[in-house]
């Protein structure tokens, strides 16, 4: 957190595989949060959502950490950082305990929790959420405020997101080393979630689907909780990739072309349009249709939403999600891509940009800031209802909490 005007301050810092972004909102006094300063840097320093190199990785925060200090006309000194890549697992957990006094307590909670979180969870890894989906008490199933409740028995269902340790030590290595510090490490996808889709959505079942340059990252919600979270290893980068290899042209101009025409749908591409394609060597450039450009284009986006959808059917929840697809990530921003998706997935698609939050609109509108605009809403919602990933058992109190904390807002 940190100070401007008296006024509290908040950062999320995505550190992504094809940018690292810190986002500064300020709390106003409703409580209520305006995003007041972005700054956006290349990342070099990532493979597949992790850290390969600390060093780039640090000149990268540096400068997008300085550009969104002077933007909020602000001092940072501690982020909401993100964590994604292979290496997190996710699963479903539950834990049985008797109830004390007759009546649930914090106490019971705090039991039921760690009932919950004795599974094996291997050496390496490390538990970065333990996020509460209902609680039954005797046979009352889908209870999501337990405490007060009458009863013998209580029962939690969790969700549980574990990430290798040196991956988000690496993580907070990078940030400390740019003088910061790290208030959450939050799951990516976790994050874009909490500020992309509507309570209704996550109340009805929907898979939200971020489209970065190195992964695609998964999370689906029933009943207005999280059941799934998975990613997989294709992204935006593939698809550049792609393009270079097709047309044979240097990388960064096949990133410039997918940007300037990419179309994900062949059907849409202008048969009649050409582009100025750069070769690889001296040799002079050449013209190629925009059906050529889709063609590579569409190829590995419906590659890449037929995995999603193999997982979901893994995942056994391919039949929960009325809501359907949210969109969301750079990857999402391709012309097509909700049409291609709607015809693979055969269920409604939209494209999800940041809600939830007032200020710059570069960046509510963009579906690229997704995820550093939850971690920051994310990451200050645990904070001021005491939660963190340091007492993950305070999550199972966040409704008492937020009420607690609404009342004092309304009251005085
Ligand atoms: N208009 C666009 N059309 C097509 N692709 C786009 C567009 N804008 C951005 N992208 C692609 O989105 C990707 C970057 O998305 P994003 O910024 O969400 O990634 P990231 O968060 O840095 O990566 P990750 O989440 O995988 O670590 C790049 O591959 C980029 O080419
Ligand atoms: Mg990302």
Redesign the pocket.
């Known amino acids: 957190m940190v100070k401007k005007n008296e006024k509290e301050l908040v950062v999320g810092l995505?550190i992504?595989?094809?940018?690292v972004v810190a986002i500064v909102g300020e709390i106003n006094d409703n409580g209520e949060i305006e995003i007041i300063g972005v700054g956006s840097n290349p990342?070099v320093g990532?493979k597949r959502?992790a850290v390969v190199n600390i060093e780039s990785t640090v000149q990268s925060i540096k400068k997008a950490t300085k550009d969104a200090e002077i933007m909020a006309k602000c001092e940072i000194h501690s982020t909401f950082t993100g964590i994604?890549g292979s290496h997190i697992r996710s699963l479903n957990s539950h834990g049985i305990v008797a109830i004390q006094n007759k009546e649930v307590s914090y106490a019971d909670i705090e039991r039921v929790i760690d009932a919950a979180k004795a599974v094996a969870i291997p050496a390496d890894q490390k538990l970065l959420h333990i996020i509460p989906q209902e609680y039954v008490v005797d046979n009352q199933e889908g209870i999501k405020e337990p405490i007060g409740m009458s009863g013998v028995r209580l029962e939690s269902r969790v969700h549980m997101v574990s990430g290798s340790v040196s991956a988000a030590q690496n993580i907070i290595k990078c940030v400390r080393k740019c003088g910061l510090s790290v208030g959450n490490i939050i799951l990516?996808q976790l994050a874009s979630s909490h500020v992309v889709l509507t309570e209704d959505e996550k109340e009805l079942g929907v898979c939200l689907v971020?489209i970065?340059?190195?992964?695609t990252d998964i999370a689906v919600f029933t009943e207005g909780s999280i059941r799934h979270t998975a990613n997989i290893p294709i992204?935006?980068?593939q698809v550049?990739n792609d393009i270079a290899v097709a047309i044979r042209t240097p990388t960064k101009a096949a990133?410039e072309i997918?940007?300037r025409h990419?179309c994900a749908l062949m059907n849409m591409a202008n048969p009649g349009e050409s582009i100025e394609v750069p070769s690889v060597n001296e040799k002079p450039s050449r013209n190629i249709t925009k059906i050529d450009l889709a063609e590579v284009i569409e190829a590995r986006y419906e590659e890449l939403f037929r995995l999603v959808k193999i997982e979901l059917r893994k995942s056994g929840f391919d039949e929960f999600i009325p809501a359907g697809i949210v969109l969301t990530?750079?990857?999402s921003?391709?012309s097509g891509a909700i049409d291609l998706g709607e015809a693979v997935f055969q269920m409604p698609v939209r494209l999800g940009t940041p809600k939830k939050i007032a200020g710059l609109s570069q960046v509510v509108n963009n579906p690229?800031y997704s995820?550093g605009v939850g971690l920051l809403l994310y990451g200050y919602e645990q904070k001021i209802s005491g939660r963190s990933n340091d007492s993950l058992v305070k999550d199972a109190y966040s409704g008492i909490w937020v009420r607690m904390r609404n009342w004092f807002h309304n009251n005085f």
Request: charged share 25%.
């Open positions: 995505d992504g595989t094809s940018k990342s990532l959502g994604a990516e971020d970065g340059g190195g992964t992204a935006g980068d550049t990133e997918k940007l990419g990530g750079g990857g921003k391709v690229i995820t």
